[in-house]
């Protein structure tokens, strides 16, 4: 009982404390160079973009439709009110999905920055990505070389 005591009255906090503990894990993660700390933080975050666009495409509905529920909840405000706070909220939404998206970009970047350059170099794994084109034709098709790629995933 306790549990659930604590669960409904500090439901808000938990997930804070997972973001902030996801946030070390990135710093430690490239402190340290590994790569497999970056992972928490870019499933997490990628979650909350998805539910974000879920919220910013609910919020659309809602705006379009103005079904009488939000009418009902908002009684206190005319209903000329309510649909320019919706809209404001909807674009908060999406100018966040923006935000959130771009840094989770940046993160990805790191994170594949740290797997193939930096712990492929600790493991003596050589990068190779593709072969030059090794002759070209008239009607500008291309051959490329075929070589067995010599990169391996290290291990995590």
């Keep these: ?24 894990l990135i710093i430690v993660g ?23 666009i879920l919220l ?3 919020l659309l509905v809602i705006i379009i439709a103005l079904p009488d529920f939000v009418l009902e ?20 939404t999406f100018i966040s999905v923006f935000i959130y998206t771009y840094f989770w970009y940046i993160i990805f970047k790191a994170y594949k920055y740290m797997r193939d350059e930096i712990e492929a170099k600790k493991f003596g794994v050589k990068m190779v990505v593709y072969s030059l084109p090794t002759q070209e034709y008239a009607n500008n098709q291309q051959i490329y070389r075929q070589q067995p790629s010599n990169y391996v995933q290290p291990p995590i």
């Excluded at 909840?73 to 908060?92: F, G």
């Design 73 to 92: 909840t908002y009684k206190q405000w005319p209903e000329s009110v309510v649909r320019p706070v919706l809209i404001t909220m909807l674009v908060i």
């Design 1 to 24: 009982m306790l549990s659930a005591w604590i669960v409904m009255n500090y439901y808000s906090v938990f997930p804070q404390i997972v973001g902030i503990i996801t946030s070390i």
């Design 30 to 52: 490239d402190r340290s160079e590994k790569a497999w700390m970056y992972i928490p933080y870019l499933v997490l975050k990628a979650c909350s973009i998805l539910g974000s």
């Design 56 to 58: 910013s495409i609910y």
